[in-house]
């Protein structure tokens, strides 16, 4: 059984906050009017990837992964053992000719 290393968690925090500063920072830069610019535009556009990295960082650290990683882990283990049963039948029949 392969055992995987738990990641920690506070390198996901700093970029959080990293991100979340870089935000707070430039959203007072950035004009959000209508029919605006190319300098607008990147503004906008740099805001939603912004959002996007936070959102990232926020699952991660919520722990919405580790639920799912459970499960499939579960059906590993559960395809791991119905494959040895197989050999081992396989290996026996062999055996027994």
Known sequence: MKVVKKK???KHAVYLILALAMLVY???LIKFQPGGDFVSWFGMVWAAFALLVIGAHLHFLLGVNEEKQRALDAVR???LSEWQSK???TERQNHSM
Do not use: L, V
Request: hydrophobic fraction near 40%.
């Open 8 to 10: 920690s968690k506070w």
């Open 26 to 28: 430039a959203i007072p």
């Open 77 to 79: 283990r559960a395809k």
């Open 87 to 89: 050999w081992s039948t």
